[in-house]
């Protein structure tokens, strides 16, 4: 049987690995990264696991603890292995429960005094972890090194816990040693770079200043300040030197293996009450301490050779291992057997997937546009990969959408359409629902919000896919779910949240299994701005709609003239009051082409209709109204059907972007398909669109109000031909392009459950 041994700590490895192997099993031990001053790298096993060459390259050159992996890297460990044994590295879990269809042993190695395996899952994953485990039914297990905290943890029935505690050596008396000559060694790694260690470091200075010690322990940031610090990794060589060893405890990141090899020798441990010891049922032992001055008192006597303590503190710890030497020869074998049980449920890979996209809001513009472009081109990505996937659209219940047909590109591909209304839900309820399921633990937040689709609250999908972030509210989901991460203007232009605080936002980001944008500024932003994890954040390719053959109409909006069109909407980041004194500007210069101004509500800029109720859009107005230039030669015609909106932009001068610090306007490239020239402000987004493009825009920096109306004069003015890409280039960036499709299909399906 191959096992993957997902731990590379020096202890683990030298003492369990070679128990196994003993037992007739294989394992692979991951070389990448080094976790601690306590990890190791050994390749001594990989011949044994009888692996194809390039398969255990690949794994050698794999980080599996440091981010979120690929599908592929875990259906490569599902082909090979027949077991995976984690700690809690929140990472692995996530990936293992979406896509490992073998056993899974979690042992959580590091011990802390408010541990709770559930309200682990819950903090690190999420609700949809604790449903899925549920799930994996006799295929997940959880390891425990001691029945003693078996007690702690709900999160599955009691015959899929085992307890496992790490394999010791037997006591060994010949190794032991008598005559010590220095008096305490204190243990303590990485102590400017953990803050655990640096709190216990500066506790041990003050209360045993009296005493002669030594710190030892490697120390990944030099301390030059002290030479009682040595830095070494190998604690054992130093351990035999000294007549007693003090332990602080606490709650450690790892299990402090140097106790056991201490014991080994025959060192005398002195350690306080509330660390990792107190699992093993050492309530008892002398060497135990409730308080400081115990702790001094007792090294006192070990350092002035009190045969008497000593004796009693070393027989304690012999018994201490002993019990647990012969607990493993029954625990491992109790172990190996349950992993040889055959499965009492077939792993079902067959069955059609169902991916829910859901838009969070209300949108008509261009979120909503975004969502059926990137709905139609993972359905054709799924059919053109051979994968089954079902697809459901979700969209807010709201009278936006009960006239127009938004959504008929979608009923033409038959893709079930679902309408949903924001639900809050108390603490109180979700406590009930959490208790049906048998969990019970503490730290709920006050509120929750979740969709009512009057069916199942999406819990029928096998994931969520959001196409933004904007979920107001603490999102409580048994589905596990993605997001779409479009921009983050509100870092640039606060006023654009208008007071609400983005924290929801940025929380559900950060708690998704994943998140997906077009731009690697965006991908950067996530994790400066939102604080989202480099490993959540991944790049789909850029993609755009498909829009037919518009002919340019010499007697389209003849009446107007020559024009240029200006498609926005009322938001702040659109930067109206910067173009409309641009345009002034540009206008009392002799200007003559005349503006257009199109979409999504921007109908409420003419001051004929009721108030706007947004201070924002009353400054637009008052502008506009104001001055005689821009009310004789703009015109505002709202959102257009999309063929008016097309002719109009075919036949415009040119297409007009002031707008900044967003995820890019897509009507750009609708413009460049249609042989028009676009004017942009000059932003990142805009900039990668035009790399990844070749439309050759041309740019205009935010408020140069003087730049700005020169630019549009000059265009107004210009003969020349602008060099846009053919049609036939410009394809290869819609969603009818076969390649693009699959390119963003596969990117999803690397980190979704689809």
Same mark, same amino acid.
């Given at each position: 049987?191959?096992?993957?041994?997902?731990?590379?700590?020096?202890?683990?490895?030298?003492?369990?690995?070679?128990?196994?192997?003993?037992?007739?099993?294989?394992?692979?031990?991951?070389?990448?990264?080094?976790?601690?001053?306590?990890?190791?790298?050994?390749?001594?096993?990989?011949?044994?696991?009888?692996?194809?060459?390039?398969?255990?390259?690949?794994?050698?050159?794999?980080? @599996?603890?440091?981010?979120?992996?690929?599908?592929?890297?875990?259906?490569?460990?599902?082909?090979?292995?027949?077991?995976?044994?984690?700690?809690?590295?929140?990472?692995?879990?996530?990936?293992?429960?979406?896509?490992?269809?073998?056993?899974?042993?979690?042992?959580?190695?590091?011990?802390?005094? #408010?541990?709770?395996?559930?309200?682990?899952? #819950?903090?690190?994953?999420? @609700?949809?972890?604790?449903?899925?485990?549920?799930?994996?039914?006799?295929?997940?297990?959880?390891?425990?090194?001691?029945?003693?905290?078996?007690?702690?943890?709900?999160?599955?029935?009691?015959?899929?816990?085992?307890?496992?505690? @790490?394999?010791?050596?037997?006591?060994?008396?010949?190794?032991?040693?008598?005559?010590?000559?220095?008096?305490?060694?204190?243990?303590?790694?990485?102590?400017?770079?953990?803050?655990?260690?640096? $709190?216990?470091?500066?506790?041990?200075?003050?209360?045993?200043?009296?005493?002669?010690?030594?710190?030892?322990?490697?120390?990944?940031?030099?301390?030059?300040?002290?030479?009682?610090?040595?830095?070494?990794?190998?604690?054992?060589?130093?351990?035999?030197?000294?007549?007693?060893?003090?332990?602080?405890?606490?709650?450690?990141?790892?299990?402090?293996?140097?106790?056991?090899?201490?014991?080994?020798?025959?060192?005398?441990?002195?350690?306080?009450?509330? =660390?990792?010891?107190?699992?093993?049922?050492?309530?008892?032992?002398?060497?135990?301490?409730?308080?400081?001055?115990?702790?001094?008192?007792?090294?006192?006597?070990?350092?002035?050779?009190?045969?008497?303590?000593?004796?009693?503190?070393?027989? $304690?710890?012999?018994?201490?291992?002993?019990?647990?030497?012969?607990?493993?020869?029954?625990?491992?074998?109790?172990?190996?057997?349950?992993?040889?049980?055959?499965?009492?449920?077939?792993?079902?890979?067959?069955?059609?997937?169902? &991916?829910?996209?859901?838009?969070?809001?209300?949108?008509?513009?261009?979120? &909503?546009?975004?969502?059926?472009?990137?709905?139609?081109?993972?359905?054709?990505?799924?059919?053109?990969?051979?994968?089954?996937?079902?697809?459901?659209?979700?969209?807010?219940?709201?009278?936006?959408?009960?006239?127009?047909?938004?959504?008929?590109?979608?009923?033409?591909?038959?893709?079930?359409?679902?309408?949903?209304?924001?639900?809050?839900?108390?603490? $109180?309820?979700?406590?009930?629902?959490?208790?049906?399921?048998?969990?019970?633990?503490?730290?709920?937040?006050?509120?929750?919000?979740?969709?009512?689709?009057?069916?199942?609250?999406?819990?029928?999908?096998?994931?969520?896919?959001?196409?933004?972030?904007?979920?107001?509210?603490?999102?409580?989901?048994?589905?596990?779910?993605?997001?779409?991460?479009?921009?983050?203007?509100?870092?640039?232009?606060?006023?654009?949240?208008?007071?609400?605080?983005?924290?929801? @936002?940025?929380?559900?980001?950060?708690?998704?299994?994943?998140?997906?944008?077009?731009?690697?500024?965006?991908?950067?932003?996530?994790?400066?701005?939102?604080?989202?994890?480099?490993?959540?954040?991944?790049?789909?390719? &850029?993609?755009?709609?498909?829009?037919?053959?518009?002919? #340019?109409?010499?007697?389209?909006?003849? /009446?107007?003239?020559?024009?240029?069109?200006?498609?926005?909407?009322?938001?702040?980041?659109?930067?109206?009051?910067?173009?409309?004194?641009?345009?002034?500007?540009?206008?009392?210069?002799?200007?003559?082409?005349?503006?257009?101004?199109?979409?999504?509500?921007?109908?409420?800029? #003419?001051?004929?209709?009721?108030?706007?109720?947004?201070?924002?859009?009353?400054?637009?107005? /008052?502008?506009?109204?104001?001055?005689?230039?821009?009310?004789?030669?703009?015109?505002?015609?709202?959102?257009?059907?999309?063929?008016?909106?097309?002719?109009?932009?075919?036949?415009?001068?040119?297409?007009?972007?002031?707008?900044?610090?967003?995820?890019?306007?897509?009507?750009?490239?609708?413009?460049?398909?249609?042989?028009?020239?676009?004017?942009?402000?000059?932003?990142?987004?805009?900039?990668?669109?035009?790399?990844?493009?070749?439309?050759?825009?041309?740019?205009?920096?935010?408020?140069?109000?003087? =730049?700005?109306? /020169?630019?549009?004069?000059?265009?107004?003015?210009?003969?020349?031909?602008?060099?846009?890409?053919?049609?036939?280039?410009?394809?290869?960036?819609?969603?009818?392009?076969?390649?693009?499709?699959?390119?963003?299909?596969?990117?999803?399906?690397?980190?979704?459950?689809?």
């Amino acid at each position: 049987m191959r096992i993957f041994f997902a731990f590379n700590n020096r202890w683990l490895v030298e003492n369990e690995v070679p128990a196994l192997i003993k037992q007739g099993h294989s394992v692979f031990i991951p070389k990448k990264p080094i976790i601690s001053a306590n990890s190791i790298v050994t390749y001594n096993y990989d011949k044994r696991l009888a692996l194809p060459e390039n398969v255990l390259e690949e794994l050698n050159n794999i980080d @599996f603890f440091s981010g979120i992996l690929e599908r592929k890297i875990i259906e490569l460990i599902d082909e090979y292995f027949d077991v995976f044994l984690l700690d809690c590295n929140e990472y692995l879990m996530q990936c293992l429960i979406l896509f490992y269809t073998k056993k899974i042993i979690l042992r959580p190695l590091r011990y802390s005094s #408010k541990m709770n395996i559930t309200k682990w899952v #819950k903090d690190n994953l999420g @609700f949809w972890a604790l449903k899925n485990i549920e799930k994996l039914k006799d295929r997940f297990y959880v390891s425990l090194l001691s029945g003693k905290i078996l007690d702690c943890n709900d999160i599955i029935s009691s015959e899929c816990m085992l307890e496992l505690p @790490f394999i010791l050596p037997k006591i060994n008396d010949s190794i032991k040693v008598e005559s010590k000559n220095k008096d305490i060694i204190f243990i303590c790694p990485e102590i400017k770079s953990d803050y655990l260690a640096g $709190e216990n470091y500066k506790k041990f200075e003050k209360e045993f200043k009296d005493f002669s010690y030594d710190i030892i322990g490697k120390q990944l940031i030099p301390i030059n300040n002290n030479k009682k610090v040595i830095s070494v990794e190998n604690y054992e060589d130093y351990l035999k030197d000294y007549k007693v060893l003090f332990y602080m405890s606490g709650d450690e990141k790892e299990i402090p293996f140097y106790l056991f090899e201490a014991f080994q020798i025959g060192i005398p441990v002195v350690f306080m009450s509330g =660390g990792y010891l107190d699992i093993f049922n050492t309530e008892k032992f002398l060497g135990r301490c409730n308080t400081i001055e115990k702790a001094r008192r007792l090294c006192k006597k070990i350092i002035n050779r009190d045969k008497k303590i000593i004796k009693i503190i070393c027989r $304690e710890q012999d018994e201490l291992v002993e019990s647990i030497y012969k607990k493993n020869i029954y625990s491992w074998s109790t172990v190996l057997s349950v992993i040889k049980k055959p499965l009492k449920t077939n792993v079902n890979n067959s069955k059609v997937k169902k &991916l829910a996209v859901i838009m969070p809001g209300e949108y008509t513009g261009g979120v &909503l546009d975004y969502t059926i472009r990137l709905i139609l081109a993972i359905k054709r990505g799924a059919e053109i990969s051979g994968n089954n996937l079902e697809i459901v659209f979700g969209h807010v219940k709201h009278v936006n959408y009960e006239k127009k047909e938004y959504f008929k590109e979608l009923r033409d591909k038959f893709i079930p359409i679902r309408s949903y209304k924001w639900e809050e839900f108390g603490k $109180e309820r979700i406590e009930e629902a959490l208790s049906i399921q048998g969990y019970n633990f503490e730290g709920l937040n006050e509120k929750y919000v979740n969709m009512n689709d009057g069916i199942t609250y999406f819990e029928d999908c096998d994931c969520l896919l959001f196409t933004a972030d904007r979920i107001h509210g603490e999102l409580y989901s048994t589905v596990p779910y993605a997001l779409i991460l479009h921009d983050y203007i509100q870092r640039y232009v606060p006023r654009i949240m208008n007071g609400i605080v983005d924290k929801s @936002f940025l929380d559900v980001a950060r708690m998704s299994i994943s998140n997906f944008t077009t731009t690697n500024v965006v991908k950067t932003e996530s994790i400066q701005y939102a604080g989202i994890e480099k490993c959540r954040t991944n790049l789909i390719p &850029l993609f755009f709609g498909s829009i037919g053959d518009v002919e #340019k109409d010499k007697e389209w909006l003849s /009446d107007i003239g020559e024009y240029f069109i200006w498609s926005t909407n009322p938001s702040v980041h659109k930067n109206h009051i910067f173009a409309l004194n641009a345009l002034i500007k540009y206008y009392e210069s002799g200007g003559k082409l005349k503006c257009i101004i199109t979409g999504a509500d921007t109908e409420m800029f #003419k001051s004929s209709k009721a108030a706007a109720g947004s201070s924002y859009v009353n400054e637009i107005r /008052d502008v506009i109204k104001t001055n005689k230039s821009l009310k004789e030669n703009m015109e505002i015609l709202g959102n257009m059907p999309k063929s008016t909106y097309l002719k109009t932009l075919k036949n415009a001068k040119f297409f007009l972007h002031p707008g900044c610090a967003d995820n890019g306007n897509g009507t750009a490239f609708d413009a460049a398909m249609l042989g028009v020239p676009t004017l942009s402000c000059d932003y990142p987004a805009m900039r990668n669109m035009d790399e990844k493009t070749k439309m050759n825009m041309q740019f205009f920096e935010n408020n140069d109000v003087d =730049g700005l109306a /020169d630019l549009i004069k000059k265009q107004e003015e210009s003969k020349r031909k602008w060099d846009i890409p053919s049609r036939e280039e410009l394809e290869k960036h819609i969603i009818t392009n076969d390649q693009l499709c699959t390119d963003i299909y596969q990117v999803m399906r690397s980190y979704l459950p689809i």
